[in-house]
T-cell receptor, first 116, second 112 residues
Framework: DTGVSQDPRHKITKRGQNVTFRCDPISEHNRLYWYRQTLGQGPEFLTYFQNEAQLEKSRLLSDRFSAERPKGSFSTLEIQRTEQGDSAMYLC??????????????FGPGTRLTVL | DQQVKQNSPSLSVQEGRISILNCDYTNSMFDYFLWYKKYPAEGPTFLISISSIKDKNEDGRFTVFLNKSAKHLSLHIVPSQPGDSAVYFCAASGDTGNQFYFGTGTSLTVIP
């Protein structure tokens, strides 16, 4: 399977704990996005990487959230001191450079976070 | 601030008929528009897109129409099939493609 993969698929944690999610994009995709989706809403943009550079961050991304993409391959999203409001589906997407396949993003299956 | 809006949370259509899903946006700087389809427990899947320089794009049973003056786009599915039953999201981005805005989705049910 050469699609976008995310790990874990589900995470249950207690309030105040730290969690880390991983995304492996499609190998030739240099653009990587993180989104958060809550019930009844569409995906909300969190952050964007082009290769290893984090080029965009939403104001939704509080200082408890940090994302990295070392070496421009896989990416991690860490949430520190989780709160119940962080409970959501966290989606990762990747795409080819602009000009090759304009803006068509391929999404992973998501990581569902539940904060108790 | 919801920059992309889908005002119909759900839509039911008979098999074989046309499904029309609507989307409105507020930001005139949006340059590219996309439709995604989502099944439960899966991530969204890209369906079709349109650039702001066009007013129509067609791919098989799926056609997207863009009315820039009204800041409105629609997705037409003809003929509708039961397998089309899913949640459909519209999304928009500027010309850099660095940030995307999604609507809240429309749940389509195609009745056999």
């Amino acid at each position: 399977d050469t699609g976008v993969s995310q790990d874990p698929r589900h995470k249950i944690t207690k309030r105040g704990q730290n969690v880390t999610f991983r995304c492996d994009p499609i190998s030739e995709h240099n653009r990587l996005y993180w989104y958060r989706q809550t019930l009844g809403q569409g995906p909300e943009f969190l952050t964007y990487f082009q290769n290893e550079a984090q080029l965009e961050k939403s104001r939704l991304l509080s200082d408890r959230f940090s994302a990295e993409r070392p070496k421009g391959s896989f990416s991690t999203l860490e949430i520190q001191r989780t709160e119940q409001g962080d409970s959501a589906m966290y989606l990762c997407a990747s795409s080819l450079p602009v000009g090759i396949s304009y803006n068509e993003q391929f999404f992973g299956p998501g990581t569902r976070l539940t904060v108790l | 601030d919801q920059q992309v809006k889908q005002n119909s949370p759900s839509l039911s259509v008979q098999e074989g008929r046309i499904s029309i899903l609507n989307c409105d946006y507020t930001n005139s700087m949006f340059d590219y528009f996309l439709w995604y389809k989502k099944y439960p427990a899966e991530g969204p899947t890209f369906l079709i897109s349109i650039s702001s320089i066009k007013d129509k794009n067609e791919d098989g049973r799926f056609t997207v129409f863009l009315n820039k003056s009204a800041k409105h786009l629609s997705l037409h599915i003809v003929p509708s099939q039961p397998g089309d039953s899913a949640v459909y999201f519209c999304a928009a981005s500027g010309d850099t493609g660095n940030q995307f805005y999604f609507g809240t989705g429309t749940s389509l049910t195609v009745i056999p």
